[in-house]
């Protein structure tokens, strides 16, 4: 158990919809980052928060934000969704912003768009 | 072309077989290398970290890393059927404003049988 947890574990719902996926990060941990696994784009980073402020931005759809509110648990948010937007989201914290910290990964949400 | 690429596999080895698993990259940027271990329906955990070419030794896991050919490597000695999972290298680079961001390889399908 990594100490990040992500509701709820699975989701499924309609194109169109919006959807809400929550993360709370390790004790302590300040960083945030959320990250969209399917099969063929693999593991790709989507964006990260770091103390209440988005730091890093990666390839994040326009129709996706989050945000990191004052205790430090996360959300995002994804709306007019698409079938292509199926797919296992993952949320990471470490200790502090940078390139160096350990990320730990939660157990993920399972996203199916009918 | 993607900045990191990694043979999908999958890799099927008998118990006690040596493992190499293997990628490429094409951002020299990139400086700290990572590899991390994906269960079924589990998050990533993070296996290995370095920063430097040569070889990093943790019990029956090696990381190596070449800088200079853009090529890293995660050898597994004596595997285990608990090995059986997926690998996935991740590289972050050493400057800029990506801070956290990991670029993750596809990931390697490992089974190793009894």
């Known amino acids: 158990d990594s100490g990040v947890t992500q509701t709820p574990k699975h989701l499924i719902t309609a194109t169109g919809q919006r959807v809400t996926l929550r993360c709370s990060p390790r004790?302590?941990?300040?960083?945030v980052y959320w990250y969209q696994q399917s099969l063929d784009q693999g593991l790709q980073f989507l964006i990260q928060y770091y103390n209440g402020e988005e730091r890093a931005k990666g390839n994040i759809l326009e129709r996706f934000s989050a945000q990191q509110f004052p205790d430090l648990h996360s959300e995002l948010n994804l709306s007019s969704l698409e079938l292509g937007d199926s797919a296992l989201y993952f949320c990471?914290?470490?200790?502090?912003?940078?390139?160096?910290?350990?990320?730990?990964f939660g157990p993920g949400t399972r996203l199916t768009v009918l | 072309q993607k900045e990191v690429e990694q043979d999908p596999g999958p890799l099927s080895v008998p118990e006690g077989a040596i493992v190499s698993l293997n990628c490429t990259y094409s951002n020299s940027a990139f400086q700290y290398f990572m590899w991390y271990r994906q269960y079924s329906r589990k998050g990533p955990e993070l296996l290995m970290y370095t920063y430097s070419s040569g070889n990093k030794e943790d019990g029956r896991f090696t990381a190596q890393v070449d800088k200079s050919s853009k090529y890293i490597s995660l050898f597994i000695r004596d595997s285990q059927p608990s090995d059986s999972a997926t690998y996935l290298c991740?590289?972050?680079?050493?400057?800029?404003?990506?801070?956290?961001?990991?670029?993750f390889g596809q990931g390697t399908i490992l089974t190793v049988h009894p």
């Open positions: 991740a590289m972050s680079d050493a400057g800029g404003t990506s801070y956290g961001k990991l670029t």
């Open positions: 990471a914290s470490s200790v502090a912003s940078g390139r160096t910290d350990t990320q730990y």
């Open positions: 004790s302590g941990d300040l960083s």
